[in-house]
Nanobody, 124 residues
Framework: VQLQASGGGLVRPGGSLRLSCTASGFALEYFDIGWFRQAPGKEREFVSSVSWTGGSTYYGDSVKGRFTISRDSTTVYLQMNSLKPEDTALYSC????????????????????WGQGTLVTVSS
């Protein structure tokens, strides 16, 4: 059972990236998924989550209006637009084995399976 995040890289401020989260050993389509990020020296931060149906999406305050989460049957995407230097971090996707709710979705320990992360660097 593994998750893999990909799509990170170096981008200039104002640019865009699309991250992908895929799974091996289980079917991603049946689970709620979250994206988190962690910058050097900082705590892990909730970025976004999506329900298994794709019908419910949520965003951290720092990315609202700039990031969009979506999914198909095999992949969860995080489209990141208008990137800022403060978005620089290691981005990881994670699986929740229970339905996410307002009390749980932003808490890392809610999620049971984590990917290895993909590095996003926003710099001129």
């Amino acid at each position: 059972v593994q998750l893999q995040a990909s799509g990170g890289g170096l981008v200039r401020p104002g640019g865009s990236l699309r991250l992908s989260c895929t799974a091996s050993g289980f079917a991603l389509e049946y689970f709620d998924i979250g994206w988190f990020r962690q910058a050097p020296g900082k705590e892990r931060e909730f970025v976004s989550s999506v329900s298994w149906t794709g019908g419910s999406t949520y965003y951290g305050d720092s990315v609202k209006g700039r990031f969009t989460i979506s999914r198909d049957s095999t992949t969860v995407y995080l489209q990141m637009n208008s990137l800022k230097p403060e978005d620089t971090a290691l981005y990881s996707c994670a699986v929740s084995t229970s339905a996410l709710n307002p009390l749980s979705r932003e808490i890392p320990r809610t999620y049971k399976v984590w990917g290895q992360g993909t590095l996003v660097t926003v710099s001129s």
